[in-house]
């Protein structure tokens, strides 16, 4: 039992828990549900503490106690905070409950097939996943509002982005000319790098964002869509976080191949949804350019971070879960610039076609280089 005056310090003094349950968490926090025996009527009757590990000075984890208690503080559609204790990293969070499926857990759940169950499965995962990018384009904020205190407790995430933004296109293209041999690698790295700029320049449009927005990050409550882990929560372009919907889920490991039609209804929902906040957004017609230069931005990233998988030949998704081989993510992500951003990003577009190519020559033995539907729209 955790009471008054005992460890941890970060209890308020009006609270006592219950021992708790571990929910996982990662290599940088852990994650328990307590039972609430005694605090505030607010509280409920169990709520979730997550308590941030120490990172390495200048590891880009290091800031994500700070970013999820400023995402939490500003962002709606998140757990409540309820209590943040500074010195020991740790948030004590509104429990959402354990029973509200996930996006990642509705879009891999087998269909319920023959017959009209089936197709109502697969209807209802096709509108919740468009819901969750209306409920995402609703999230985001202008960070003109938050207080100057929060604004100043996250430059030193502001500035690790931009950075990474910069560096992680550039680094991904470097390693595809050292394994692929990719010739246009240069050329694209000044191309991107322009196009990132120009996006870093579009002050009226960085929003404060709840960054790792993938699918199991989202739980489908009655109440609406609640987004949970805000480790990524930050200021950027709100084209990083459409490209969530348009790519989609652009640093996710539940990434398989979504039905025609439906990343073109998710981005639509996600900019009706951002409109609320950036009027005019929907009929401005650089807004598409942006979101494809965003999305080729990750996409150039995500080389940087999959390759050496997929040069192994390995599978990308947690024990137990569906998901994609490296080599089949990597090649989608790459056709989708090759496909879509010819016109802006023609250098950028060449070298993914050369790692394309290269990959289908140089992974023919290995294992399938196609993205397989996702389970719910499967036939």
């Not at 927005?213 to 084209?239: Q, Y």
Request: hydrophobic share 40%.
């Amino acid at each position: 039992m955790i009471g008054p005056g005992a460890d941890p310090p970060w209890l308020p003094s009006d609270a006592r828990l219950g021992d708790g349950v571990d929910l996982g968490g990662s290599t940088r926090s852990q994650v328990r549900r307590h039972q609430v025996l005694e605090a505030p009527p607010s509280w409920g009757s169990s709520v979730v503490v997550k308590r941030f590990l120490p990172q390495p000075d200048g590891h880009r984890a290091a800031m994500g106690y700070t970013r999820e208690r400023v995402g939490l503080t500003h962002l709606p559609g998140t757990p409540r905070l309820l209590a943040s204790h500074d010195p020991s990293r740790t948030l004590v969070l509104e429990d959402l409950g354990a029973d509200s499926p996930t996006l990642a857990d509705v879009l891999l759940a087998e269909r319920a097939t023959p017959g009209a169950s089936g197709r109502d499965t697969s209807a209802a995962a096709y509108w919740q996943a468009i819901e969750w990018a209306g409920a995402l384009g609703r999230t985001v904020r202008s960070p003109a509002g938050m207080p100057d205190a929060a604004r100043a407790e996250l430059a030193d995430a502001a500035a690790e982005d931009r950075r990474v933004r910069q560096d992680y296109p550039r680094t991904g293209l470097s390693r595809l000319r050292e394994v692929a041999g990719v010739r246009h690698a240069g050329a694209a790295t000044a191309e991107i790098l322009d196009a990132v700029e120009r996006l870093e320049r579009d002050t009226a449009r960085h929003v404060l964002g709840p960054g790792d927005t993938c699918p199991d990050n989202a739980l489908l409550t009655p109440a609406g869509v609640r987004f949970v882990d805000l480790e990524g929560a930050g200021v950027r372009h709100v084209a990083y976080e459409a490209a969530y919907a348009a790519e989609p889920f652009s640093t996710c490991w539940c990434v398989l191949t979504p039905p025609v039609g439906l990343t073109g209804a998710m981005l639509t929902a996600f900019t009706a949804g951002a409109g609320e906040h950036l009027p005019g957004l929907a009929d401005d017609p650089d807004w598409p350019a942006q979101v494809r230069v965003a999305v080729a931005a990750w996409v150039l990233s995500g080389t940087l971070w999959l390759l050496d998988g997929a040069v192994a030949d390995r599978a990308m998704a947690p024990a137990g879960r569906r998901g994609p081989q490296f080599r089949a993510l990597l090649l989608s992500r790459w056709r989708w610039v090759v496909h879509e951003c010819a016109e802006e990003l023609p250098d950028v577009a060449a070298a993914c076609d050369e790692a394309l190519r290269w990959a289908l020559r140089a992974w023919r033995d290995g294992s399938p280089l196609e993205l397989p539907p996702y389970p719910a729209f499967a036939d």
